[in-house]
């Protein structure tokens, strides 16, 4: 087979989304719902993103194997073999590296483009140039290329990318990432215009990553290499689920990333949001009435309430009076009352109810 | 038929209890309601509390037409004579009219209790005792009798008897009825120690009511009046049909006892509430948090938050945090969320909601 520099497209589709509960559950998680109430889970609509540029046969989901069967009820047509099952989870490099061993042994020129499954993207034209443009920029180098987001506030809840403009390019060497950043600094990043978030978007040659595996997180690095016979074969499975579980448990950012020469970014403007928090999707979206409400509910009575986001099933009625600030979530049997300013205590609250047996089902 | 002086017991089962709504629905209201979570309704412990000492046969249900599958339901074996069926809401004066008219004609010397189908009494012993010394007070004198319960807080959502107490009786004549007075004023009436919240539950012979009805109510006394040759008979029911809707929509405080001259009240303390609303559910729950937070449910985690009233389907996870004196009631298809202060509101929230068609199945 030859798929010289065609590209691929791997979606990261193993999260638990865990921040979204109480909408995402262990069961079936943030990327498999439509969140926001389009009649697509936001998988679907980042596939549908690239399956009208990059054909069906070109778009591969990396996943928890828990997860298989929702993707294949929710992606129709779908080879089996496009979905990457990890048996345990251990974060995205060892899952990108059993992609990119996987896709070297068949081209190693081939190019992989990698994307979370469950983010927000509105300017989809503006998008998918870039995504040519990062393609084309790999091709001619050796380079490990990473789509960077404009900032549009001091976020404390992202990880940023520092990068030195040069005069006459797109796409720039990037000087080093940081991890979430306090108010202040969130603040001088932004002002400086020389940071960008980062949204964990990557492009490269299946080669050039593989190469980056061997030099800066060679225990990753062995652990696949030693499949390289089995890849593309009937014994492919049999040797990941022997071999995943004693992978490293590592991002790629700091597996790779914060470490490699090669590392570059191409700032994008894409109406984009991680969608990650309830928060995150009060201030995308659009609709908020007159008191800043988000209001994702069919039958809402709601008065003297402000800066609200309510998620609700269709079916029910909500009356809600005097709430400031506040995420109400009803998810049928789930009720989730909780002070917006607040939310990044529910993972916490989560671990806590986890610890319980008879509350393991709401999880 | 000689029931001579024999006590039958009238609970006026008919209300719609929207100030409990969403618990309590326009289809299964209030008293039919396992409020408690005692595993019994309301209605059944009304009637209860009766027919151990009273039996099966001299307990009789006023209720609106549309319930009384219901009540057949949760009172085993009822005799279908005993209850009475209103074709239209036209308060408590006309039922208690039919009630009245209906006994007089099988036995007028026949004394009536009425009592509300929906409150809450915790001392059942000193309730029945103070009963029995009722019957016999209104057995020995023509006399409207209603029991006035000792004020514990000054509550301005009931209304007062305003009585006298002379020196060698435990009953007293009633000096004037107040409709539900402002703090202050409230606050001198308990302190006065000559006022008494009024319950709702009346002791009478029938043809002292039926006097009472010719004398201070005369258009009611003539509808019910022109049915003496039916009552009891196969035509009974045809004729309230026809009629009942021609009264004038009135309770029989306003119809009779602020305008009779032989009213009676007999001071009780039976651990009375009329659980009239999510506050004073919330004032009697007795198992409270150390937040004072009243949870009716199974499984709840609430952080931060104080004085709430708390109800929810035994299969529901509640998560809530940094609520203080709020209402939160989650019914399966409604939720709930309004201020304990407030809650007073909730009865026109539903008036406007009444106003729209695709919200009338969550009424």
Redesign the interface.
């Known amino acids: 087979m030859s798929n010289n520099n065609k590209a691929h497209i791997y979606i990261l589709s193993g999260g638990i989304g865990s921040r979204f509960w ?1 909408k995402s559950r262990k069961q079936y998680p943030k990327q498999f719902i439509d969140i926001l109430g389009l009649g697509k889970s936001l998988l679907q609509l980042t596939a549908e993103r690239f399956t009208k540029i990059f054909g069906n046969e070109n778009i591969y989901f990396i996943t928890h194997k828990d997860y298989k069967p929702l993707i294949r009820q929710q992606i129709a047509d779908i080879p089996e073999a496009n979905i990457l099952c990890e048996p345990a989870r251990r974060n995205t490099a060892p899952c990108i590296a059993y992609a990119a061993f996987k896709l070297c042994q068949q081209d190693p020129e081939g190019i992989m483009i990698i994307v979370p499954s469950d983010h927000l993207i509105l300017k989809e034209e503006e998008y998918i140039s870039k995504i040519s443009e990062a393609i084309e920029f790999v091709k001619n180098n050796e380079s490990l290329l990473t789509l960077g987001i404009k900032p549009t506030r001091p976020d404390t809840g992202y990880g940023y990318i520092h990068y030195t403009q040069s005069a006459d390019a797109d796409i720039y060497p990037v000087v080093s990432f940081t991890e979430k950043p306090d108010k202040d600094t969130a603040q001088k990043y932004v002002n400086s215009g020389e940071y960008l978030w980062n949204a964990g978007m990557f492009i490269w040659k299946a080669k050039d990553i593989v190469d980056a595996f061997r030099n800066y997180e060679p225990e990753i690095y062995n652990i696949f290499e030693k499949g390289n016979d089995v890849y593309n074969t009937e014994d492919e499975a049999a040797y990941i689920d022997a071999v995943y579980q004693n992978s490293p448990d590592i991002s790629i950012d700091y597996a790779i990333l914060e470490k490699a020469g090669n590392v570059y970014t191409l700032p994008v403007d894409i109406g984009w949001s991680d969608l990650g928090t309830w928060n995150s999707l009060h201030d995308i979206y659009e609709s908020k009435d007159q008191d800043k409400n988000a209001l994702i509910a069919k ?1 809402i ?1 709601i008065t003297d309430s402000e800066n609200c986001m309510v998620s ?1 099933p269709k ?9 400031k600030d ?1 995420i ?1 979530v ?1 998810d049928d ?7 917006k300013k ?1 939310e990044q ?1 529910i993972k916490s ?1 989560l671990k ?2 986890n610890g319980k047996t ?2 393991e089902h ?1 999880l």
Do not use: Q, R, S
């Open positions: 109480p039958h009575y609700a079916n029910k009625l909500m009356v809600i009076k005097g709430l506040y109400v009803d049997d789930v009720l989730l009352i909780y002070p607040e205590e609250v806590t109810l008879e509350l709401f």
